[in-house]
């Protein structure tokens, strides 16, 4: 009883191990330049086409790239997205190289300060979503659910090991 006892904490340790492996790699971290490679920060670029070929995690990063003289990063929230006011800014960014850490599962909205900018489509939609972990956890779940099958029938065997020891 007692090694069947171990081995099962082995095999949900193990379990345990191989989920975690799978989700830091699942997790891996992202870094993108918006609007690249076809686009930058910049009146050109079909942002919310660009947004829908990409998938955003916690972890990833964007980077807007444009000309200091030309534009201008600010967030805002979604009021201010759908309304291109800079008003109410969270923050707003001005390098020309700005790096914008996705943190959180949730969404964030950015667009160009400059008059006219945002209006004319300078303006972005980021859905950041939690990293799938569905179809890639589920082996490490599976086998271990095999090993309480496993340990059952062994239990089982043994009981009518013992009941047909005791007939004797
Ligand atoms: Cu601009």
Do not use: Q
Request: net charge neutral; charged share 15%; proline share 3%.
């Amino acid at each position: 009883m007692e090694i069947r006892r171990r081995r099962a904490l082995a095999m949900a340790l193990a379990a345990v191990l191989a989920a975690v492996t799978v989700a830091r790699v699942a997790t891996a971290a992202t870094s993108y330049t918006v609007g690249a490679p076809d686009g930058l920060w910049d009146m050109h670029t079909d942002y919310a086409e660009w947004v829908a070929a990409r998938t955003f995690h916690p972890g990833d990063n964007i980077t807007f790239t444009y000309s200091r003289e030309l534009h201008d990063v600010v967030e805002v929230g979604k009021a201010g997205y759908d309304a291109c006011s800079s008003a109410n800014n969270v923050s707003a960014f001005r390098s020309g190289n700005d790096v914008v850490a996705l943190t959180t599962v949730g969404t964030r909205y950015f667009l160009c300060g400059l008059t006219g900018h945002c209006d004319s489509g300078m303006k972005i939609r980021v859905d950041v979503v939690a990293a799938s972990t569905g179809p890639v956890a589920a082996p490490p779940t599976t086998s271990a659910g095999g090993n309480v099958v496993a340990g059952l029938g062994a239990l089982v065997v043994t009981h009518a090991l013992l009941a047909s020891i005791s007939v004797w």
